[in-house]
């Protein structure tokens, strides 16, 4: 079992609808939570962190995370083509060490 | 307030050879993580330093190596290079460590020949 499993995509949703990116992890240790967007050829930019179970809003982007389930997502509301990106889910482990997965890949169609 | 800068941007180097990146935090943060990005294997951790000291240390063979400065600035060694070693090579600063916010700088695109 691989410690961050993210579905690869190509995720595509049109222009205007809400994208779903999921994430689970294997570390029940894990307490910090984060999610990068990386464009192709550029390095991953932080987006989203969260510490909590629940629900973290930031804008268009929504966080939410069940430790007891070892599952965070991430949603993004009213897509947009700017949002086309691969998106990287990295929980910590605790032991100054962050785990990120092979990502998403979301296309959002205008 | 700057972000990560990495330094050289681009590599070109030869089996055998050794190379050496640098990477200057954001000014405050005492923390730097090394990864390394491949298509294949995604985004890897490589270490992770804080005041100087390596915390802890990914699954990367010795010849991988690194070292932090008394002003947070981080370099990464890489002796022996392999063309398996061709990669992106990224490294992300953060104000107390990898369970805090990290912020990456644009990488360093190494290519062993």
């Known amino acids: 079992q691989k410690e961050v499993e993210q579905n690869s995509g190509p995720l595509s949703v049109p222009e205007g609808a809400i994208a779903s990116l999921n994430c689970t992890y294997s570390d029940r240790g894990s307490q910090s939570f984060f999610w990068y967007r990386q464009y192709s050829g550029k390095s991953p930019e932080l987006i989203m962190s969260i510490y909590s179970n629940g629900d973290k809003e930031d804008g268009r982007f929504t966080a939410q995370l069940n430790k007891a389930s070892q599952y965070v997502s991430l949603l993004i509301r009213d897509s947009q083509p700017s949002d086309s990106a691969t998106y990287l889910c990295?929980?910590?482990?605790?032991?100054?060490?962050?785990?990120f997965g092979a990502g998403t890949r979301l296309f959002v169609k205008a | 307030k700057a972000g990560v800068t990495q330094t050289p941007r681009y590599l070109i180097k030869t089996r055998g050879q050794q190379v050496t990146l640098s990477c200057s935090p954001i000014s405050g943060h005492r923390s730097v993580s090394w990864y390394q990005q491949t298509p294949g294997q995604g985004l890897q951790f490589l270490f992770e330093y804080f005041s100087e000291t390596q915390r802890n240390k990914g699954n990367f063979p010795g010849r991988f190596s690194g070292r932090q400065f008394s002003n947070s600035r981080s370099e990464m060694n890489v002796s022996t290079l392999e063309l398996g070693d061709s990669a992106l090579y990224l490294c992300a600063s953060s104000l107390s460590g990898s369970q805090s916010e990290q912020f990456f700088g644009p990488g360093t695109r190494l290519t062993v020949l």
């Open positions: 990295a929980p910590n482990t605790g032991g100054f060490k962050t785990i």
